[in-house]
């Protein structure tokens, strides 16, 4: 007998599957192939002792299956790594379309008789494509604060995501589109020739500070599994922002320690050779 709709039976698992979390109901595949309209009452589906009806769940079948194969679709899509669509940056670069992005990166002073404190040696990188970045990068720093495993984790996770998205740069063809520069001694930086178009530029600043306090002895290491030991971490402050550069334009920015967009550390262990 044809599955329920019309359809396969690969859809149908799919929809059982569903239904159990949408609905906390997990019919059988007979009940699927007896229930269909037009035929005698439905049979209820027993869950933790209460009897729901199994009409709604064929009423919404077609339903249920779009969403299924869609999601199954979006999936596959993911999975594929579709390759960065660059033609606009390449062919700006090609015809010379091109602009500059200048800027200063410091911290301000804390007293009106201080000066400001340049960071020299930041990292700032140029990447295009930013609508692919930002998400990810928002939602670990929407998450940070969850817990101190998350905390601890998110700037690591947010490099990881910068460095993807350069091999995915890189692999559409697009290695000259990857901008790095570092800040000279008074904090400035100038990345020239940047193809006109959206960019999304991030500064990396680090600080190493090293750790204190007691740490894991060589016999508790042999008798127990503990992490290796942490011997520094690295205070690191991120700075990111969307850049729509236009051919022949110069874009000034300024970032300070007020206007960080985030800031968290990256632990350093020992290597105990394991």
Known sequence: ????????????????????????????????????????????????????SWAAAITGCHRLAVMVTGALLLSAATASGVALDLDAYLEAARSGVAGEIAGRIYEERRRLDLPERPLPGTTVTLLP?????????????????????????????????????????RAAGGAGLVLTVHTGADGTFTVPNVPAGAWILIAREDTVVPKTGNQSTKTDRKMYRVPPALEAYRSVRLWVREITLAGGAVEAVELTDRNVWFSGVVEVRADDGR
């Not at 569903?18 to 027993?46: D, F, K, Y």
Request: aromatic share 4%.
């Open 1 to 52: 007998m044809a599955p329920p709709c019309g359809l396969p039976s690969s859809t149908v698992a799919a929809a059982a599957r569903s239904w159990r979390g949408a609905w906390g109901v997990e019919p059988t595949e007979g009940e699927m192939q007896e229930n269909r309209p037009g035929t005698e009452p439905l049979r209820a589906a027993r869950v933790a002792g209460a009897r729901r």
């Open 129 to 169: 494509r930013p609508e692919v970045l930002t998400r990810p990068l928002d939602d670990v720093k929407r998450g940070a604060r969850d817990s101190h495993d998350a905390f601890r984790a998110a700037v690591p996770r947010m490099l990881r995501a910068q460095q993807e998205h350069e091999r995915a740069v």
